[in-house]
Structures are given as structure tokens and as C-alpha cells.
Nanobody
Framework: QMQLTESGGGSVQAGNSLRLSCVAS????????MAWFRQVPGKEREFVAC????????VYDDAVKGRFTISRANDWNRLTLQMNNLKPEDTAMYYC?????????????????WGRGTQVTVVS
């Protein structure tokens, strides 16, 4: 099982930016579709963004489209989420996840490897 470690979370004021990173434990990273999900207590984990193996396909949830950018660096086993113009409703625990798929997916059940998460708090 591939280990995933997120970092970069924190507490920021609305309108500011954060950059999340996720580092994978091995080179299997390059063969996985990668995504970010988020979850608040008492609610289901929700999809944020997904990127295909070679970055040719990217999909975002409508709530973050135009504000968040997902990217990956396969040579470094690294996934990134640049979050701009943050809003209080973006407050959540953010998780990176890996799926053995050939195309982008948005369903959490398709992802087999998960990190422990990094907390993002946006205050107004």
C-alpha cells in the first residue's frame, strides 16, 4: 500500500491562499490517478479535484473551480493543491488519495490509498 503524507494546512483569513502538498512513499505514484477530498465533522467526505496520471485530464468540483488548482510532479512523487481566494466554507480536513484508474474519477470509493489529512481553517 502506498503511503501518502499531506502538509501545508493552517488557519488563514478569507481571501487568502494556501498551498497543500501530498508526498507519496514510492514511484507507484506515477501510475495512479490522484485526487483531493475534504471532510468536515458530521458530513461525508466530498470530492475537490482529480488529476490523471500524466496531468492530461483534470476535474474540479464546482465549489472550487476557478479558485483551486491541482497539479502533480511525478518525478518527485508529489501532488499539490493551490487554493486561492479561500472562503469560510472551505474549512475542512483535506485528504489526498490515489486510485488505480486510467481516467479521472470523483467517487471516494474508487480510491484505495489515503493520507491522514491536513486541516484547513478559513476565518472571516
Amino acid at each position: 500500500q502506498m503511503q501518502l503524507t499531506e502538509s501545508g494546512g493552517g488557519s488563514v483569513q478569507a481571501g487568502n491562499s494556501l498551498r497543500l502538498s501530498c508526498v507519496a512513499s514510492d514511484r507507484a505514484f506515477r501510475n495512479k490517478v490522484m485526487a483531493w477530498f475534504r471532510q468536515v465533522p458530521g458530513k461525508e467526505r466530498e470530492f475537490v479535484a482529480c488529476i490523471s496520471r500524466l496531468s492530461r485530464s483534470i476535474v474540479y468540483d464546482d465549489a472550487v473551480k476557478g479558485r483551486f488548482t491541482i497539479s502533480r510532479a511525478n518525478d518527485w512523487n508529489r501532488l499539490t493543491l493551490q487554493m486561492n481566494n479561500l472562503k469560510p466554507e472551505d474549512t475542512a480536513m483535506y485528504y489526498c488519495a490515489a486510485a488505480p484508474d486510467n481516467q479521472v474519477v470523483t467517487t471516494a470509493s474508487r480510491f484505495v490509498d489515503w493520507g491522514r489529512g491536513t486541516q484547513v481553517t478559513v476565518v472571516s
